[in-house]
């Protein structure tokens, strides 16, 4: 089954709508990769995989990355064998390498993501994220640009259960696990040039798991259910092809929702560190970052923001 632009249009609000047609596979993914990193003992394998829909399209998930291909964020709090920060007082700006995004300014970006990211600049792949899945990890990039600056991060909900958008957790093999994305941008002086909120960009790409095909689209809301369960092996997922150009700043993303914002309570993370220790630069009075992410944060597993700021 296809979900056509017609279908899509005649919806509310369909998770993460798309002006493209999704095609969907059904359980698991061929296992390709069984971990790009290993943090040990009681974390999750970033494992990779591969599945092929009705239509004989093979996708990776749950996401195809850059992971390798570019240089890690610098650490904020890294407890799989990096730098684990105190506070925002600990910060020292000149040992942070600095990026170029072709540009001669100087800004900063301080991230936590659920659970992996890549950020561009202007264009340019500048960093990844280290620790694509546990343990929760927070990171800042430093980089060079010319204003405007165009932000374009892609963001990975990792999965254990691959092509299902699930995890072994709250004692279901099958539950799904939530996502988002909270940044800060300074200037060279420290002033706040972007914060997530809803002036950005979020465009779904992968969406797992989905107890029933028909419940993406739904009268406004998604049926598909968000319940953990014992064995969601015949459930299935929607993914839509992502653009080859998504990341340049001349990108047309009028068409993309505005990111859905999202509490730190409703994407638990009073009990990190990652978070907790740099609540000055992520609840930030007067630039108070959101917690963004599409429309659905338990089921969009790979979601495409974008931002730019003069
Ligand atoms: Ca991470
Ligand atoms: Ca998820
Ligand atoms: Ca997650
Ligand atoms: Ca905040």
């Not at 994220?129 to 600056?149: C, G, H, I, Y």
């Not at 909270?182 to 465009?203: F, K, L």
């Not at 009075?285 to 495409?304: K, R």
Request: proline share 5%; hydrophobic share 40%; with cysteine.
């Amino acid at each position: 089954m296809k979900y056509t632009f017609a279908s899509i249009f005649l919806a509310a609000a369909p998770i993460g709508a798309v002006a493209q047609e999704a095609t969907i596979t059904t359980g698991l993914a061929t296992e390709i990769n069984s971990g790009l990193f290993d943090c040990g003992p009681r974390t999750r394998p970033s494992a990779v995989g591969e599945i092929a829909s009705d239509d004989g399209t093979v996708w990776t998930v749950p996401a195809a990355t850059n992971y390798g291909t570019v240089p890690f964020a610098a650490d904020l709090f890294n407890e799989c064998g990096g730098d684990q920060l105190g506070s925002s007082a600990d910060i020292d700006l000149n040992s942070v390498p600095l990026m170029d995004a072709g540009g001669s300014e100087t800004f900063t970006a301080y991230i936590f993501a659920d659970n992996y990211f890549e950020l561009y600049v202007n264009g340019a792949l500048i960093a990844v994220d280290e620790v694509p899945f546990t343990k929760f990890n927070s990171n800042l990039v430093r980089f060079t640009a010319d204003r405007p600056v165009t932000l374009a991060v892609m963001m990975v909900d990792w999965e254990e259960n691959l092509g299902l958008g699930s995890e072994d957790n709250r004692g279901k093999a099958f539950h799904p696990g939530d996502g988002g994305l909270v940044a800060h941008i300074q200037d060279a002086n420290g002033e706040t040039v972007a914060i997530t909120n809803d002036t950005w960009r979020a465009q779904t790409f992968y969406t797992s798991p989905l107890n029933d095909r028909s419940c993406l689209v739904v009268d406004g809301r998604s049926a598909c259910s968000e319940e953990g369960v014992d064995d969601a092996t015949g459930y299935s997922a929607a993914h839509w092809a992502v653009p080859s150009d998504w990341m340049v700043p001349l990108f047309d993303d009028s068409v993309w929702p505005a990111a859905s914002t999202f509490s730190n309570d409703t994407v638990g993370v009073k009990n990190k560190k990652a978070f907790t220790n740099f609540e000055d630069l992520f609840d930030t009075p007067g630039a108070d970052a959101d917690f963004i992410w599409s429309s659905n944060l338990e089921l969009d597993n790979l979601v495409l923001l974008r931002k730019t700021f003069e």
